[in-house]
């Protein structure tokens, strides 16, 4: 009868002890939940994401720099004229650091040189080539920068780039070593950066890829990585991040003068292209980032200047997309005159270039026949002799 007695105490004793253990957790669970401050009423509208951001209108950055000219306050620090990827690159890099920017360009964003590249972010797979066999000690240093620039480039915007493999055709058995010894050095100065290490593709497996691709004579091929990207919508992102970093840029605006205080720029007299009204902007800097125009600009300095800038056409042409594989370039790095030439996939198409032939300056360049003609003439030296390559399938260039 004890023992029992005693069990059932402490049994009840145990049950205690664990509702007052469960009670004591609970309060504190709740104590803890409930010390911090208080939400406001408003929390659960501050938990959406913030409205998408809206850049000033064309009208705002208008009224902005025709303020910088009215004597007050608002100076800009830098003038960048032209909106292609140089001076969009300036602006990002000089706004990002808390000067005041402002962007001019006479034409649109992107609308020369900018938006008409190959489309490659590439370390320079030629300019290695001739670092090489020309012992240039440079062009191995500009090599060396431009892969890992292309790392940072394509980590920085994957949504406008992307890594691309090319195909290098060979013909020779003797280029086999040749080759594979250079892109074997491509990714060894890329190093730690590099994309994917180059390797050899059989001659079966390169006309599996590439099936227009002439058979005679065909040893295999060797292939590389380099990096594609969207050049005008790259460029667009860099003016729009210029502008989130408070820069003040507007399109269809000229330079049409430059000003100068005690022999120094201070500013200069712009139009607006869209409805000829002119004034004054005033900035402590100026920067020439108009491409084959420089010197234009640099006549507005100085009446006396001498042209420093030789211009030169480099033409590409479009082609329907059944001309090259929809995943992979091809490269030809030693064409009829030495030059080399491209065969890249591009939003469901072919553009094959470039050349590289002198010319005068346009504001509207236009393709020369002759030149649209050869790059014809370099396709057809790598396609199959059924393949019929004709003027009509150019889609533009």
């Not at 994917?196 to 004579?217: C, H, I, N, R, W």
């Not at 020439?288 to 420089?294: H, L, Q, R, V």
Request: aromatic content about 8%; proline content about 7%.
């Amino acid at each position: 009868m004890p023992v029992l007695r005693l069990r059932t105490l402490l049994s009840r004793r145990t049950l205690a002890y664990a509702s007052a253990a469960a009670a004591t957790s609970a309060a504190g669970g709740y104590y803890y939940l409930n010390s911090g401050p208080s939400y406001p009423v408003s929390t659960a509208e501050s938990r959406r994401p913030p409205p998408p951001w809206t850049p000033p209108s064309r009208k705002t950055m208008l009224d902005s720099l025709k303020a910088s000219g009215s004597g007050g306050e608002e100076e800009f620090d830098l003038l960048v004229v032209g909106g292609g990827a140089t001076g969009a690159g300036v602006a990002v890099d000089a706004a990002s650091r808390g000067l005041k920017v402002a962007l001019v360009e006479r034409d649109d964003f992107s609308a020369g040189t900018s938006s008409k590249s190959t489309k490659l972010v590439h370390g320079g797979v030629r300019y290695l080539q001739k670092a090489v066999l020309e012992l240039d000690y440079e062009q191995y240093k500009l090599v060396k920068e431009a892969l890992h620039e292309r790392r940072i480039f394509l980590q920085t915007a994957p949504y406008l780039s992307h890594m691309l493999p090319i195909m290098l055709p060979i013909y020779k058995y003797w280029q086999v070593p040749y080759y594979w010894v250079g892109c074997k050095m491509y990714d060894v100065l890329a190093g730690k950066e590099n994309m994917e290490t180059s390797y050899v593709m059989s001659k079966g497996k390169a006309l599996e890829t590439f099936p227009m691709l002439k058979q005679d004579g065909l040893v295999g091929a060797i292939v590389y990585y380099d990096g594609q990207h969207n050049d005008s919508r790259m460029n667009m992102a860099l003016i729009m991040t210029a502008v989130k970093h408070g820069a003040t840029v507007a399109n269809h605006v000229e330079v049409t003068s430059l000003q100068k205080e005690a022999g120094k720029l201070n500013g200069a007299v712009i139009r607006d292209n869209l409805t000829g009204v002119e004034w004054t902007v005033r900035a402590k800097g100026i920067i020439n980032a108009t491409g084959p125009f420089s010197d234009a600009l640099l006549s507005l300095d100085n009446p006396e200047h001498k042209p420093i800038v030789q211009p030169a056409a480099g033409v590409h042409i479009t082609l329907p997309n059944y001309y090259a594989p929809r995943t992979m370039g091809l490269i030809d790095p030693a064409t009829s005159d030495g030059r080399v030439i491209f065969f890249l996939p591009w939003q469901g198409n072919t553009i094959a270039g470039t050349t590289d032939s002198p010319c005068d300056i346009e504001a509207e360049p236009v393709p020369r026949e002759e030149d649209i003609s050869w790059v014809l003439d370099e396709v057809r030296h790598y396609l199959a002799p059924d393949i019929k390559v004709r003027r009509g399938d150019v889609l533009s260039a």
